[in-house]
Structures are given as C-alpha cells and as structure tokens.
C-alpha cells in the first residue's frame, strides 16, 4: 500500500492544498485525510488495474468519492470559515438566511452577494471536482 504523505509535504494533487494540516491532537500522524489518501491511491494504483467491467467502475466511483472525501476534510474547515465570513459580511447568518435575503431583494444590487455566491461554488468545486475550475484554480 502507498505511504500516506508525511505531514507539512508539498504535494501537487489537484484540489489539494500545498500544505497537508497535521494530525489534530490528540490523534497522531497519519491524519484522517492521510489515510483516505492512502486508500484511494491503493485502490487506483494497486486494485483498478487488476478489474473489469462493473467492478472497475465501481472502483473508479469508490477513488473518486474518497478524493472527494480527502478534500473536504483538508479543506473544509478554512471553507466553513471564509464562508462564514462572507455571510456576516452580507448581514445573514446561513444560507437560508441568504437565500430569503436574495428572495426578498434586500441584497439587490450588492456585488458582494454575486462575489460571495462565486466564492461559495468555487469552493464546493475544489472539494467535489477541481477539474471543473480547469486554469481558473
């Protein structure tokens, strides 16, 4: 099985910060997105090229799903702040606050909830898939 990345490693992976967060105490090295990592590189490294057919797709989902997995828990948590950030900025506090808001008019005109409502699907693409952002990462 491939090594999970030892903590505070640069790593190019698509979707994948440059920095890799350690362990959160009291947890040690690997941390959780490490070891999703290490699965999911077994899984397409090591298993996808011995199937077939309905298996090898269902793998492929499984590898994609723990990437998808992996990104949320590295990136999440600054996500989830800045999102949060955004809102207090509009005046509301989740987005269905948000959405009534922008229901009601009473952010029409307001380019900061045009920018917060990108910022907000950027980050779910970074998370779901980043190929969709293409050079726009």
Same mark, same amino acid.
């Given at each position: 099985?491939?090594?999970?990345?030892?903590? !505070?490693? &640069?790593?190019?992976?698509?979707?994948?910060?440059?920095?890799?967060?350690?362990?959160?105490?009291?947890?040690?090295?690997?941390? *959780?997105?490490?070891?999703?990592?290490?699965?999911?590189?077994? +899984?397409?490294?090591?298993?996808?090229?011995? $199937?077939?057919?309905?298996?090898?797709?269902?793998?492929?989902? *499984?590898?994609?799903?723990?990437?998808?997995?992996?990104?949320?828990?590295?990136?999440?948590?600054? &996500?989830?702040? %800045?999102? %949060?950030?955004?809102?207090?900025? $509009?005046?509301?506090? !989740?987005?269905? *606050? $948000?959405? %009534? *808001?922008?229901?009601?008019?009473? +952010?029409?005109?307001?380019?900061?909830?045009?920018?917060? +409502?990108?910022?907000?699907?950027?980050?779910?693409? +970074?998370?779901?898939?980043?190929?969709? $952002?293409?050079?726009? &990462?």
């Amino acid at each position: 099985m491939t090594e999970p990345p030892p903590a !505070g490693r &640069q790593d190019a992976t698509p979707g994948r910060p440059a920095e890799v967060p350690p362990a959160c105490p009291p947890h040690d090295v690997p941390s *959780a997105a490490d070891l999703v990592a290490a699965v999911r590189e077994f +899984l397409s490294g090591e298993v996808l090229p011995a $199937l077939e057919g309905r298996t090898a797709f269902h793998t492929r989902v *499984a590898v994609n799903v723990l990437g998808m997995v992996e990104r949320e828990i590295r990136l999440g948590p600054a &996500q989830a702040e %800045a999102h %949060a950030a955004r809102l207090a900025a $509009l005046g509301v506090t !989740g987005d269905a *606050a $948000l959405a %009534a *808001a922008i229901r009601e008019g009473r +952010l029409d005109g307001d380019p900061a909830t045009a920018a917060a +409502l990108v910022a907000a699907v950027r980050d779910k693409l +970074l998370v779901a898939n980043p190929g969709y $952002l293409g050079e726009a &990462q």
